[in-house]
């Protein structure tokens, strides 16, 4: 029976520290405030929305979403941007990504038209710089911090240790990888194209997966010991859910099968994705914080 | 015993392409042209300038050297580099590192002045976020992408493979696994908190040695078959140099240890520094190209 590393264990203390924060930011004549910029109204931006909005007011941080719609234009969405920018009263920007298809061909200037120290999911050049240099310029992705909130809310050190991260894309497996190699973890980096993957996974003391494929770790891929942190939100047609049918999320590995054999495990839902929005909510403090 | 990766075999054919490349850029109008930026004159800064002003004119790549006191200002460096930026016709250029101590608190302003375009050794926060991101921004560190050019010189496959980086600096170890993981090896990346390094880095296909410390690379690391990229520089007192004294570069390596072990490797000096220079002026031939 593994150890079950649960996103509201880490989000309690985390809102609990970031509420004190907010409140000494405030006593200070500083209201920390968000902007959620969003294109059209896809599902699951409203998802995220609704729980960073909650988030937010939780924790004491001003939350306000410019929703613009699916076909606006490059230039008035520069424009939204421009106007984040400009005002001092806001201390941190979500644009929901991926745009809306007739922004992709804009998105490179569209994305580093937000002031990085406004970035607090990490979608600038610069910020994307920071990670990989480990300077504090913007911050790092949320789901890839989230992971760390996870690590350091359990007291589960990095320094010396084999951290294996499965997946190399830019929103979690490339930058936890950066943020695993701060904290002196010897980093693995594996994707699709790695020879032998259960080999290579076996040999991790914290694993990562983020995959993005349901149902790709199995009991081959671990051992006893291990902390495992799926990352990954896949949709499971077969799973059971909450409402009696049948249908729902779940994470890459084989729940049934890999639970039993490692230390610790984050569930899905309940694990990485539970801690994102106070991640995101905490960077919106801590910019406010820099401006100091 | 190994087989010996030259840097002269792989410099070779590199210049031949290059020659051909400048040439035909000529032939469009443009000549590529690199200006060194240097302040003061450290031995180290001024061979590797002969070495890139030598390689520059066989290649056919105009190159100009800006020597600037060592006590040169803050603010003169940075006219002398808005002059670079404004200068339709340098394509490149290249600013010695470490900069003279009084202008280390600058650091960021200084190497961020530079247009990210003409950045051909990645000192600028776009370059780095370009190689960690895989976009065409900038360009890599020059020493990263000689390991890529070696590699590929030699029919090296990477596709699969296990690669290992001693090291972790944003001259060398970051940049070069992020290249490595570009051509789809599994990338782990190992520096000085690395519980038990013999035994990750006998695990390696492919060995990159960073560590920058004489003789920390023993038969112990290694295994037969492996390819071994030794990329440090270091002094060692004791080695018989070319003047019948002691006193002579030398890598990571033991080499008289690893080389009867391990399927091919660098020597040092000869291998992975012998091709930078060359790596440099193929940026400044790159930069004029992506100017057409």
Redesign the interface.
């Known amino acids: 029976m593994a150890q079950l590393l649960l996103g509201k264990e880490v989000t309690a203390s985390m809102n609990e520290s970031l509420r004190c924060r907010a409140a000494s930011l405030r006593s200070r004549g500083v209201t920390p405030k968000l902007v959620i910029l969003r294109c059209g109204e896809a599902s699951s931006d409203l998802a995220y929305e609704k729980s960073a909005l909650a988030r937010a007011a939780q924790i004491g941080v001003e939350a306000e979403v410019r929703a613009l719609p699916q076909n606006v234009s490059r230039q008035a969405l520069l424009d939204a941007l421009d106007a984040v920018n400009a005002d001092r009263s806001i201390h941190g920007c979500l644009l929901f990504r991926p745009l809306p298809q007739h922004l992709r061909p804009f998105q490179d200037e569209i994305v580093n038209r937000l002031d990085p120290a406004k970035d607090v999911d990490s979608m600038t050049?610069?910020s994307?710089?920071?990670?990989?240099?480990g300077q504090a310029?913007g911050f790092p992705p949320c789901t890839a911090q989230a992971c760390m909130e996870i690590l350091d809310h359990y007291g589960i050190a990095c320094?010396?240790?084999?951290a294996v991260v499965i997946g190399?894309s830019?929103v979690i497996g490339?930058p936890v990888?950066?943020l695993l190699?701060a904290r002196?973890a010897?980093?693995?980096?594996?994707?699709t194209?790695?020879?032998d993957l259960p080999a290579?996974t076996r040999q991790a003391d914290i694993l990562i997966s983020a995959a993005g494929a349901l149902g790709s770790l199995t009991a081959d891929h671990v051992r006893p010991g291990q902390i495992v942190l799926d990352v990954s939100v896949n949709w499971d047609a077969q799973k059971p859910n909450a409402r009696g049918g049948l249908g729902a999320i779940a994470g890459d590995a084989v729940f049934s099968e890999v639970e039993p054999v490692v230390g610790a495990i984050t569930p899905v839902p309940g694990g990485v994705g539970a801690v994102t929005a106070s991640v995101l909510i905490g960077h919106v403090v801590e910019a406010a914080e820099r401006t100091l």
């Open positions: 050049s610069l994307c710089s920071g990670v990989f240099t310029v320094r010396g240790r084999r190399r830019l490339k990888s950066m190699l002196d010897t980093v693995t980096i594996c994707h194209k790695t020879d290579v």
